[in-house]
């Protein structure tokens, strides 16, 4: 729903003009069925399988259960080599971790709704957040429940999460984790009631209060850590750098900031905003949002525009541009990776569309697109800092991408998702 939904929305006129409120509105009302959002979390060797519900002989059994949230694990469970897809509608949302070898649905977790879903590796956790509103007349609360997929998924606590944004969220759009997988980082939301111009509707665009939460996993009892982003910030994309650092970048204006693990900024840059995409109809016309930041190989910090333009800035102050897609093409919502070597995984589509024509190999080290590799329509690109890459075609089948050759290889025959998956992360 949200990939859909937010290429759905610019389209509609998501600009950097267009308030988070109105921009949530426009969610709501192009939002449709079910979404999955299938993760590997293997610790071994690449795998992907079907987000349906396989027909197996793993019994489900009753593990365990809480408030708002419940799990059930079959006898084969074994977090070596998981799958897992999530589902979402209105009121609920429900993990469903299949055994990427056996074919097999092992485990189930039942959930709130508004989730995002986060594996630590390093730890051998699922994070599951999700709004949980226990009677109609209460106030939701935003939490994090963590599981232990070493123990059965066992939770191990809960995390409340204040002011998260009221929709589902996927790395790099909103929620990552520092490269050492201690900090959690995902994005918050709030009207700034101080303005007169923000009550009652807080519809004008410098109303949204946009900030990066910090939380420390590492500690048993964390309060999250805010650090307010720039006004008109928009939605920003999270992507980690050094180890307890992340990159924010803002959608609607052309600013890139690097936070650490104390809320404190570390450096920010500030580009002008660049203008193109004549054919999109926007509040502001020709005004191009970002879509990444990230720190080049050469230290700086610097942003991936959605027409693909690079942008960094010199030591003589300078900015240097660069181009990262093919010519008329545009950065497929949320679907930037770094991957190693110095080099991004870009997926991208064509103004007016939706589907991933193509995904690009830029070198951030010698600023050369080094490879476009066509994807026939495929639903959604992902890469990793460990090097896979995947595409998840039209009729839910996934191509493991060959970085080197341009390559695209089946992963299997069986593997493919339900008709209606929309986001793939490795």
């Avoid at 197996?56 to 419940?70: M, N």
């Avoid at 997929?149 to 409340?160: I, Y």
């Avoid at 525009?305 to 990262?324: F, I, K």
């Avoid at 110095?342 to 991208?348: A, E, Q, T």
Wanted: net charge neutral; glycine share 8%; with cysteine.
């Amino acid at each position: 729903m949200l990939s859909w939904g937010l290429n759905r929305a610019r389209s509609l006129g998501f600009s950097r003009r267009l308030p988070m409120f109105a921009f949530l509105a426009s969610l709501c009302m192009v939002a449709s069925a079910a979404v999955v959002v299938a993760v590997r979390m293997d610790h071994t060797e690449s795998s992907e399988q079907t987000g349906q519900m396989a027909s197996s002989d793993a019994t489900l059994e009753q593990a365990a259960s809480g408030t708002g949230w419940s799990v059930k694990v079959a006898q084969a469970f074994n977090d070596s080599n998981l799958i897992v897809a999530l589902r979402w509608d209105n009121e609920t949302s429900k993990v469903e971790l299949l055994d990427g070898v056996r074919g097999q649905v092992t485990a189930q977790i039942s959930a709130a709704h508004y989730p995002f879903i986060v594996r630590r590796n390093s730890a051998r956790e699922l994070l599951i957040a999700d709004r949980y509103q226990q009677n109609p007349g209460q106030e939701p609360v935003h939490r994090l429940l963590v599981f232990d997929t070493a123990s059965r998924l066992a939770l191990k606590r809960t995390l409340e999460l204040p002011k998260r944004i009221d929709y589902p969220v996927y790395a790099p759009l909103g929620v990552t984790l520092s490269t050492d997988e201690r900090y959690l980082f995902y994005v918050t939301h709030e009207i700034r009631t101080h303005l007169p111009e923000c009550v009652p509707t807080g519809y004008a665009s410098q109303c949204d209060l946009m900030s990066v939460a910090i939380v420390d996993l590492g500690s048993a009892a964390s309060q999250p850590k805010l650090r307010e982003l720039p006004v008109n910030c928009g939605f920003a994309a999270l992507n980690p750098s050094q180890q307890d650092r992340v990159v924010a970048a803002c959608h609607n204006v052309g600013v890139v900031m690097e936070i650490d693990a104390g809320g404190n900024v570390v450096r920010q840059e500030n580009f002008e905003p660049e203008r193109g995409f004549e054919s999109i109809q926007t509040l502001a016309r020709n005004l191009v949002p970002m879509s990444f930041g990230f720190v080049s190989a050469q230290g700086q910090l610097s942003a991936v525009l959605e027409d693909g333009t690079v942008l960094s800035r010199a030591r003589d102050g300078a900015v240097t541009r660069t181009q990262a897609l093919p010519p008329g093409k545009r950065v497929a919502l949320g679907q930037i990776y770094e991957l190693p070597g110095n080099k991004l995984l870009i997926g991208y589509d064509a103004v007016g569309r939706s589907d991933v024509e193509g995904s690009a190999i830029f070198n951030h080290t010698t600023g050369r697109l080094e490879r476009d590799i066509p994807l026939g329509g495929a639903r959604f690109v992902s890469g990793s800092r460990s090097g896979d890459a995947h595409a998840l075609r039209s009729d839910g089948k996934i191509d493991a991408i060959e970085v080197a050759s341009s390559a695209r290889v089946p992963v299997s025959a069986n593997a493919r998702f339900s008709p209606d998956v929309q986001v793939l992360i490795p």
